[in-house]
Nanobody, 122 residues
Framework: QLQLVESGGGLVQPGGSLRLSCAASGFTLDGRAIGWFRQVPGKEREAVAC????????DYARSVRGRFVIVRDNAKNTVHLQMNSLKPEDTAVYYC???????????????WGQGTLVTVSS
């Protein structure tokens, strides 16, 4: 069964850090662009970050640039989202996504995972 499973969410105080993980099973993440989205109930899903095939580049939403880092760990078939200097407005369910086009870099991201909740609050 092909799956992406997110983990690492939780409650953190403003200014704190969390590392989310997106683990693949049934297939390899290597060779596909991988991204993260987030969604707050009642709002549209927002693209947060994406890393290209081969780690050639990564892209970030303006709201998280300089605070979040997306990292591939091909040996563990996992992609991480390191989130630093967290703000209350980062509170959301975070989803892992894979580029459905094997020749694309972040152009056809599709959410596969069930999401992990991140709550930033004092």
């Amino acid at each position: 069964q092909l799956q992406l499973v997110e983990s690492g969410g939780g409650l953190v105080q403003p200014g704190g850090s969390l590392r989310l993980s997106c683990a693949a099973s049934g297939f390899t993440l290597d060779g596909r662009a991988i991204g993260w989205f987030r969604q707050v109930p009642g709002k549209e899903r927002e693209a947060v970050a994406c890393v290209s095939r081969g780690r050639l580049y990564s892209d970030y939403a303006r709201s998280v640039r300089g605070r979040f880092v997306i990292v591939r760990d091909n040996a563990k078939n996992t992609v991480h989202l390191q989130m630093n200097s967290l703000k209350p407005e980062d509170t959301a369910v975070y989803y892992c996504a894979i580029d459905s086009n094997p020749y694309s870099d972040c152009g056809y991201l599709e959410v596969w995972g069930q999401g992990t909740l991140v709550t930033v609050s004092s």
